[in-house]
């Protein structure tokens, strides 16, 4: 029984709480993903690049002497507007398109392919650490954490809360909702929907690009890192109900679980395949999701 | 390519000047021309300068005390790149145009294995100071190849027997880097733990440059292990301990050991001091407490202004058996050669070391060294023929 106890508290808790980290990060990342889908029907292919571009940013305004504060404030800002121009120069022009669908699909897709190559060119392909701020190390009732991660689920959970907070407790938020519900409708009332495209598209890169800044001291920069984080968050926004923000964080915290939990007894490489097995699942069971999508609950 | 070759034909033109100047020196006394094919360029570079110090530096001081009974040594260098087919073309340039009595300085294991082979077809032969593979004096021996530095087999057994006699704790983990290298040095590890009485209670593979360590650290602890073995190098070894560092998980009850080549001069500052007590197996140390080791030292570091490794230690020590067994032989013919250094012993800066005349392997004693702050201490010896282990060479 004492033995059990402490393989509970030294080998499980651990775990679980390094499991919850991550799902955090990748909630941030697949929020962003389903938010535009949810509102714009746009699979944005390119997303895991700009938390790419989001790790190089960070990368850059640190050499530049932001420190990395400047830079995990600055950094959302720079991706965000990043993803302004792909809006305005690439998604907008196809909106009106009834195969929108696709070629946004298809848009996107290249453009991943153009930022991952010229993050190529600019930085080359070899690998940059970034230094985190803090190197101390947080002991409670005998586990261990680096003081870093922490930091890095409080911000990650703060920022999921100012989303939440946006979406479900200010005007933007219930527009955002409405046009996701039935964009004519909003439109005839005289609220300029293609802002309101804009400003989700803007919001969902910027979170990607914090995830960006959050994990690079841990998992460095280079240029396929948004590659292959973009795969876990597709899985996750497809377990979670495409376009549901409370499925897609649900549903990042039950896979990294999964991942995390299933990591004690089998080789973490095989326990993301398990990631997928439970992708599977679902789409077996339930092919849209655990939730429902945004504006249709 | 033009460095290399530049080098290579300044390297050639100063070694024939210096035939010259020798041989006008000593009489009509002929020179015994050694072969070093060795990387001169590449990331093995580093490696090929040490080889090619050591060997210059016995040389003089050979030379200077009058040679092997008058005649002198005279090095010709050739850039084996660490790639096998350029190091067979280059050894075979150096047996047929230059006329060598003997190779050496080959690091890559592959290229030993195939200079082996070459050097055979033209009789003579080849001894590396280098090569870890166990395959070189084991499996795949070579009559005409001798091997006077530690293999892999003889890092992980010296290694296993210090720490079974030294830690209490029976418990043993192992991670390595999920590629061949990284495979083969856990499954040796793993078969002397079992072989010397210690507990396997797992092992872990994570991906060649893995980042988050962090995921395996849930089977690690599960283990309850009181000695860790880890194959990682480079950056691999600085994010794993840093890591461990960080999730509290070193502590004094728990020993970390690993591969020579797991915590370098190169890597050990990036730490911080959380490699503190890692202990690996080596057949050099350079602070050895031996009036040799430190006339040694002393020269090189005279020499070269830098410390020697055990590439040039090893590489010195050949030269001196070299010696040795000329005289012993009365000349250069191979077969005489070969029977005169079959079971020889010699002193070395790294004490006296004896060819196993069963498969030509080097016996000789290896030290622990530990890690103690930003330095290596030497910490115990393994003897020689304790860490040797089996002889396996079945083909003469």
Wanted: hydrophobic share 50%; net charge neutral.
């Amino acid at each position: 029984m004492a033995d059990a106890l402490a393989y509970l508290h030294f080998v499980v808790v651990p775990q679980v709480i390094d499991g919850l980290i991550i799902g955090v990060t990748l909630a941030l990342v697949a929020l962003g993903l389903t938010m535009i889908f949810g509102l714009l029907h746009v699979i944005n292919l390119a997303h895991g690049e700009l938390y790419m571009l989001g790790g190089y940013a960070a990368l850059a305004l640190i050499g530049w002497g932001s420190g990395y504060w400047g830079a995990l404030v600055l950094v959302p800002l720079l991706v965000g507007l990043a993803g302004w121009g792909l809006e305005e120069l690439g998604i907008r022009p196809l909106m009106p398109r009834p195969d929108r669908a696709i070629v946004t699909l298809l848009l996107t897709f290249g453009v991943s392919l153009m930022l991952r190559d010229a993050a190529q060119i600019v930085w080359g392909t070899q690998t940059y650490s970034i230094e985190a701020p803090l190197t101390g190390v947080v002991e409670f009732g005998g586990v261990f954490l680096p003081t870093y991660r922490l930091l890095v689920l409080g911000v990650g959970v703060g920022a999921i809360a100012v989303t939440w907070w946006l979406l479900y407790r200010t005007r933007l938020g219930a527009v955002l909702r409405a046009t996701a519900a039935d964009p004519a409708m909003v439109a005839s009332l005289g609220i300029p929907v293609r802002w309101v495209y804009a400003f989700t598209f803007v919001f969902g890169c910027a979170l990607a690009g914090l995830a960006g800044v959050l994990l690079s001291p841990i998992y460095a920069v280079f240029p396929t890192m948004g590659h292959d984080f973009l795969i876990m968050a597709f899985a996750v926004v497809i377990v979670g109900g495409m376009g549901s923000l409370f499925g897609a964080v649900l549903a990042a915290l039950l896979l990294a679980q999964v991942h995390s939990i299933a990591s004690l007894w089998i080789p973490p490489v095989w326990a993301q395949t398990l990631v997928f097995v439970v992708m599977l699942l679902v789409l077996i069971v339930r092919p849209a999701g655990l939730f429902a999508r945004l504006g249709k609950a | 390519m033009s460095n290399s070759l530049k080098r290579k034909y300044f390297g050639t033109t100063a070694a024939f000047v210096g035939a010259l100047l020798a041989a006008t020196a000593a009489g009509a006394q002929e020179p015994i021309k050694i072969g070093v094919v060795t990387p001169l360029s590449g990331s093995y570079a580093p490696i090929g300068k040490q080889v090619r110090w050591g060997a210059e530096l016995a040389v003089k001081e050979i030379n200077a005390a009058g040679g092997v009974k008058g005649r002198k040594f005279e090095l010709l260098f050739e850039d084996e790149e660490a790639n096998p087919p350029v190091a067979v073309r280059r050894a075979e340039k150096l047996l047929q145009q230059d006329k060598v009595h003997l190779l050496t300085g080959t690091v890559n294991s592959g290229s030993t294995l195939a200079v082996g082979q070459v050097a055979q077809r033209n009789d003579r032969l080849l001894i590396t100071t280098v090569s870890y593979s166990p395959a070189i004096t084991g499996t795949q021996c070579n009559p005409n190849v001798f091997r006077v530095n530690a293999n892999a087999f003889m890092q992980s057994n010296a290694l296993v027997n210090w720490l079974v006699k030294n830690v209490s704790g029976k418990r043993y983990f192992f991670i390595g880097p999920d590629y061949e290298m990284g495979r083969s040095t856990i499954a040796a590890f793993r078969a002397d733990v079992k072989r010397l009485g210690g507990n396997d209670v797992g092992a872990v593979f994570p991906p060649l440059g893995a980042k988050d360590f962090s995921p395996y650290f849930g089977q690690l602890r599960a283990a309850r292990p009181d000695v860790i073995m880890t194959a990682t190098a480079g950056n691999d070894t600085v994010r794993l301990i840093t890591q461990m560092r960080d999730y509290g998980l070193l502590s004094d009850e728990l020993t970390m050991a690993g591969a020579s080549g797991a915590v370098t001069q190169e890597n050990i500052g990036a730490m911080n001091g959380a490699a503190d007590g890692f202990a690996a197996a080596a057949g050099y140390s350079v602070d050895l407490d031996t009036p040799a080791n430190k006339k040694f030292v002393a020269a090189f570091r005279a020499a070269y202004h830098a410390d020697p490794d055990l590439f040039a230690a090893d590489t010195y020590g050949l030269f001196y058996l070299l010696k040795q067994a000329i005289e012993k032989a009365g000349g250069t013919e191979t077969a005489k050669l070969r029977e005169a250094m079959r079971g020889m012993k010699w002193e070395t800066p790294q004490g006296t070391k004896q060819i196993r005349a069963g498969d030509h392997q080097a016996i000789m004693d290896m030290y622990i060294v530990r890690i103690d702050g930003d330095t290596f201490r030497t910490a115990g010896k393994v003897e020689g023929e304790i860490a040797i282990g089996p002889d396996k060479c079945e083909q003469f």
